[in-house]
């Protein structure tokens, strides 16, 4: 109950940082202002970016040293805290998927989402048609709080965009990432009201083998 009514009321903080965005704030003003919360987080939680040519050397951010990768094209930055122990998803395979994360508002700090301690985790199946990735969730606190309301059940970009590095497994072989996202790379809540977000997400394969060409 404690965490529920914690989770409710950081919603509602969040919430009133939406609603309380000047609302003569042109879209390119927003944006400035996206950039410099994610600066200021960049800075406050000391994290050292590196580029993705020094990423694609070895695939690994060094994490003693906080350091996340920057995708120039989009913005999102990306730490691979555990790449898992098992391998990377296959051109033509469908994975169902288990996650666990929490979601923060970058612009204050407050707990927006999470699953963390919750009996059951996020659940949803990524397919890899060369190298596109797509994914959709089926069932969890995001599809709850994100699908339903909006009406599409994928999920965010930058969820998808550790795939191509990382290893999940069963819960021995999980993989860890967070990621930092720009407004248009998160929820449609987030590309609607341009804010930044902060996830960590652990990351498993739902059974003991993958799906594949859809079929179990």
């Known amino acids: ?5 914690f989770l409710a009321a950081s919603l509602f903080v969040a919430s009133f940082a ?18 410099r919360q994610i600066k200021d ?18 695939s690994v951010t060094d994490t003693t040293l ?5 995708f120039e094209d989009n913005g999102v930055y990306m730490q691979i805290v555990n790449r898992g122990g ?6 033509g395979e469908t994975w ?12 204050n700090g407050e707990l927006m989402s999470l699953n963390k ?17 797509s994914a959709s969730f089926i069932s969890g606190v995001m599809y709850n709080q994100y699908a339903n309301s909006y009406g599409n059940a994928s999920i965010p970009n930058a969820w998808l965009m550790p795939f191509p590095y990382i290893m999940p497994g069963m819960l021995d072989d999980a993989a860890k990432v967070r990621l930092i996202v720009p407004h248009n790379q998160g929820t449609q809540r987030a590309a609607t009201s341009v804010y930044p977000t902060f996830y960590e997400i652990s990351i498993t394969t739902k ?6 060409d859809g079929n179990d």
């Open 96 to 107: 169902y998927i288990s996650a666990r994360y929490e979601e923060i508002y970058i612009p």
């Open 117 to 133: 301690y919750d009996d059951e985790p996020d659940v949803f199946y990524i397919e890899r048609d060369g190298g596109n990735y």
């Open 1 to 5: 109950m404690k965490k529920i009514l």
């Open 41 to 58: 987080w960049l800075a406050d939680n000391h994290i050292s970016v590196i580029s993705m040519s020094e990423f694609l050397k070895d």
């Open 86 to 91: 098992a391998r990377l998803i296959e051109s």
């Open 18 to 35: 939406f609603l309380s965005c000047d609302d003569e704030e042109t879209y390119a003003e927003q944006k400035e202002r996206e950039a």
């Open 207 to 212: 059974d003991s083998k993958v799906i594949e």
């Open 66 to 70: 906080n350091e996340y990768v920057l």
